[in-house]
C-alpha cells in the first residue's frame, strides 16, 4: 500500500468520502489509488475554483467536511478565491495538494512554488507530509484540523515521491473536538441586558440560524422585547413555513446605522460584530453606535444552541410561543420582469425543502423579504465578498444533499468566474435549477462608483462595468454542457421555465433578460 492510498483510505475511514478534483501529473498516484479504495466519490472539475466552492458548498449542507485535490501551487492558486469564502463561512475543507518529489524541488521546474505560503492566508492548518509513512496520519490531523470547531480549511501538501512510496497504512482520525459550552456567568449577564428594559438586539449568526436556533431566539426576543436579526450574509439560514422570521442586517451602511440606532445593547449569537464590508468617505466602519454594548452569548466557535437554551431558561421563554412563518406563498406575478415581480414568483415557486443558493447581488435585493412565507427552505450565501462562487456552491450542495432540488440564484458576472460548473453539474446528473439574471453588466459596481464618491466618470470607466460587446448568450452556452436552457423575457415566462425545470430532474438553466 502507497502512501496515496493510505490517505484515500485514512479519509475515508474518517468519514471523508467526497472530493471535488482538477488532478495533474503529481497527483497520479492518488487519483490510480480511488480504483482501489471503496467510498470515495471524486468528483471532476474544469477549475480549481470550482472544486473549493463546491467543497464550501457540500460541507454546509452535509455538515462535514469534503476533500479537495489540486495540481501543485498553481492549482491551489486558482482555488484561493473560494477558499478566502470558505474561511469566512467557517466552513470545514480538506485540501490535498499535490507537488514535485522532494528529490525535485532543488531544480526549480516550471511548477514549482511555495505552496506552503500561498495555502497559509486562506487556511487554518498547513502541512507538507515528510515521507509517505507519515501521509496517513498527516490526512488523520487535517480531517481533525477541518472538524475543530466552528470549522476550517485544512490543507495537506503531498510531494509525489510520498504518494508513490511504500505507506504505513491508514490512520485513525483523532476524535473531533467538542464546541465549548459558554459560562453561566455570560447567560446571567446577557439576561440582565435583555431583562434591563433597555433597547437591545440580538444578532444571529452561525448554527444559530438553524431551526431550533431560531426558535429558542424567537422565544427569547418575544419575552424580553428585544430585536432579532441575522448579520448581513449567512452562510446557511432556514426559512420558511415553520421557521422564524428573521430578516438580514442591511448591506448599506446607511441602512444599517439606522437599523442600529437607539440600542442599548447588542447580543452576539455566532455572530461578528457589525462592520461595513468597505471604508466609504464619510462614513463609519464600525456600524452600531459608540455607546452600544455589545455582548456576546456565544463565539462562533461555541455551542450557541446550548447557550440560546440556557438563555431561553434563564428569561423564561421556553414556553412563549413560537412566532413561526405560515405557508402563505404569493401569487405568481405577471407582466413585466421587474425586481419586485422577481421576488414574488420567487416566493411562490421555492419548492419545499430546497436549497437556495443566492448569488443574485444587485437583482436580488427583495428576494429574501418575499420568500419569509414559502416552501421551507435553507438559503447559502457567499460570506466572503470574492464573487464566483454561486455556481460551485450549488453544485457541491446538490451532491450533499441529491433528494432535494437546488435553486442557484445566480448574477451574470460572478456566473462567469465559475460557468464550467454546469459541466460538472451534467456529468454528475445534479438537480440543480440555476436562475441567470442577465443585466449585461457589473450593475453592483456602478452603485460602489457613487458610494466611493468617484466624479467625473467617463465612458473608460463604465466600459469597466459593462458586460456587452459582445453580449454573452448564456443559454447557448449552458447548452453546449448538455444543460436544458431556456430565456425569460417576461415574468409570465420566467414562471414557466423555473417551474419547469425545478420539475425535471437534472440541471437546467433559465436565463432571464433584465432591462
Same mark, same amino acid.
Given at each position: 500500500m502507497n502512501?496515496?492510498?493510505?490517505?484515500?483510505?485514512?479519509?475515508?475511514?474518517?468519514?471523508? &468520502?467526497?472530493? %471535488?478534483?482538477?488532478?495533474?501529473?503529481s497527483e497520479m498516484h492518488f487519483v490510480a489509488a480511488l480504483d482501489r479504495v471503496d467510498g470515495m466519490r471524486c468528483v471532476l472539475v474544469l477549475f480549481e475554483g470550482i472544486a473549493t466552492g463546491a467543497?464550501?458548498?457540500?460541507?454546509?449542507?452535509?455538515?462535514?467536511?469534503?476533500?479537495?485535490?489540486?495540481?501543485?501551487?498553481?492549482? @491551489?492558486?486558482?482555488?484561493?478565491? &473560494?477558499?478566502? &469564502?470558505?474561511?469566512?463561512?467557517?466552513?470545514?475543507?480538506?485540501?490535498?495538494?499535490?507537488?514535485?518529489?522532494?528529490?525535485?524541488?532543488? %531544480?526549480?521546474?516550471? $511548477?514549482? #512554488?511555495?505552496?506552503?505560503?500561498?495555502?497559509?492566508? %486562506?487556511?487554518?492548518?498547513?502541512?507538507?507530509?515528510?515521507?509517505a509513512m507519515r501521509v496517513a496520519a498527516d490526512g488523520a490531523a487535517a480531517i481533525a484540523a477541518a472538524r475543530t470547531p466552528p470549522g476550517q480549511v485544512a490543507t495537506l501538501i503531498l510531494p509525489a515521491d510520498t504518494a508513490w512510496s511504500e505507506g504505513g497504512g491508514p490512520a485513525p482520525v483523532p476524535v473531533t473536538q467538542e464546541r465549548a459550552r459558554v459560562s453561566q456567568h455570560r447567560i446571567k449577564d446577557v439576561a440582565k441586558a435583555l431583562r434591563s428594559g433597555e433597547p437591545a438586539m440580538v444578532l444571529l449568526g452561525g448554527l444559530a440560524l438553524r431551526q431550533r436556533g431560531l426558535d429558542l431566539a424567537g422565544r427569547i426576543c418575544a419575552k424580553t422585547g428585544a430585536k432579532i436579526m441575522a448579520q448581513t450574509f449567512v452562510g446557511r439560514i432556514e426559512r420558511g413555513a415553520g421557521c422564524v422570521p428573521v430578516d438580514r442586517l442591511p448591506y448599506p451602511v446607511d441602512q444599517a446605522c439606522e437599523a442600529l440606532t437607539g440600542l442599548r445593547h447588542i447580543v452576539l449569537v455566532g455572530s461578528r460584530i457589525p462592520v461595513a464590508f468597505f471604508a466609504y468617505p464619510d462614513k463609519? #466602519?464600525?456600524?452600531?453606535?459608540?455607546?452600544?454594548?455589545?455582548?456576546?452569548?456565544?463565539?462562533?466557535?461555541?455551542?450557541?444552541?446550548?447557550?440560546?437554551?440556557?438563555?431561553?431558561?434563564?428569561?423564561?421563554?421556553? #414556553?412563549?410561543?413560537?412566532?413561526?412563518?405560515?405557508?402563505?406563498?404569493?401569487?405568481?406575478?405577471?407582466?413585466?420582469?421587474?425586481?419586485?415581480? @422577481?421576488?414574488?414568483?420567487?416566493?411562490?415557486?421555492?419548492?419545499?425543502?430546497?436549497?437556495?443558493?443566492?448569488?443574485?447581488?444587485?437583482?436580488?435585493?427583495? %428576494?429574501?423579504?418575499?420568500?419569509?412565507?414559502?416552501?421551507?427552505?435553507?438559503?447559502?450565501?457567499?460570506?466572503g465578498g470574492s464573487i464566483g462562487l454561486g455556481m460551485p456552491m450549488a453544485t457541491g450542495a446538490a451532491i450533499a444533499c441529491p433528494n432535494r432540488p437546488v435553486l442557484n440564484l445566480q448574477a451574470d458576472g460572478s456566473a462567469m468566474y465559475a460557468i464550467?460548473? $454546469?459541466?460538472?453539474?451534467?456529468?454528475?446528473?445534479?438537480?440543480?435549477?440555476?436562475?441567470?439574471?442577465?443585466?449585461?453588466?457589473?450593475?453592483?459596481?456602478?452603485?460602489?462608483?457613487?458610494?466611493?464618491?468617484?466624479? &467625473?466618470?467617463?465612458?473608460?470607466?463604465?466600459?469597466?462595468?459593462?458586460?456587452?460587446?459582445?453580449?454573452?448568450?448564456?443559454?447557448?452556452?449552458?447548452?453546449?454542457?448538455?444543460?436544458?436552457?431556456?430565456?425569460?423575457?417576461?415574468?409570465?415566462?420566467?414562471?414557466?421555465?423555473?417551474?419547469?425545470? @425545478?420539475?425535471?430532474?437534472?440541471?437546467?438553466?433559465?436565463?432571464?433578460?433584465?432591462?
Open positions: 502512501g496515496a492510498e493510505s490517505l484515500v483510505r485514512t479519509l475515508v475511514a474518517g468519514g471523508v &468520502n467526497t472530493c %471535488f478534483a482538477n488532478p495533474g501529473t467543497a464550501d458548498g457540500y460541507a454546509r449542507m452535509a455538515e462535514k467536511p469534503a476533500a479537495t485535490l489540486l495540481h501543485l501551487g498553481p492549482g @491551489l492558486a486558482n482555488g484561493l478565491a &473560494n477558499l478566502h &469564502n470558505a474561511t469566512k463561512a467557517s466552513t470545514p475543507i480538506i485540501n490535498i495538494v499535490g507537488d514535485h518529489a522532494t528529490h525535485h524541488r532543488n %531544480f526549480d521546474a516550471p $511548477l514549482t #512554488s511555495d505552496i506552503e505560503g500561498a495555502a497559509k492566508p %486562506f487556511s487554518g492548518w498547513v502541512r507538507t507530509s515528510s515521507n463609519p #466602519s464600525l456600524m452600531a453606535p459608540e455607546d452600544t454594548d455589545i455582548l456576546t452569548l456565544a463565539g462562533r466557535e461555541e455551542d450557541a444552541l446550548d447557550a440560546l437554551e440556557r438563555l431561553a431558561d434563564e428569561v423564561g421563554a421556553q #414556553s412563549i410561543p413560537c412566532q413561526a412563518a405560515k405557508l402563505a406563498p404569493p401569487a405568481l406575478a405577471t407582466g413585466a420582469i421587474t425586481g419586485a415581480a @422577481l421576488s414574488q414568483s420567487l416566493g411562490a415557486l421555492i419548492p419545499e425543502n430546497a436549497i437556495v443558493v443566492d448569488e443574485s447581488i444587485s437583482t436580488g435585493h427583495g %428576494f429574501f423579504a418575499a420568500t419569509w412565507n414559502s416552501q421551507p427552505h435553507s438559503w447559502l450565501q457567499n460570506m464550467q460548473s $454546469l459541466w460538472t453539474q451534467v456529468r454528475e446528473g445534479l438537480n440543480i435549477t440555476t436562475v441567470l439574471f442577465n443585466n449585461r453588466s457589473y450593475a453592483c459596481l456602478r452603485d460602489e462608483l457613487a458610494k466611493v464618491g468617484a466624479r &467625473n466618470v467617463g465612458r473608460k470607466a463604465l466600459d469597466m462595468l459593462d458586460l456587452s460587446r459582445p453580449d454573452i448568450d448564456f443559454v447557448g452556452v449552458a447548452k453546449s454542457m448538455g444543460v436544458a436552457a431556456a430565456r425569460a423575457t417576461t415574468i409570465d415566462e420566467f414562471n414557466v421555465e423555473v417551474a419547469r425545470g @425545478l420539475a425535471t430532474p437534472g440541471p437546467c438553466l433559465v436565463e432571464v433578460l433584465i432591462a
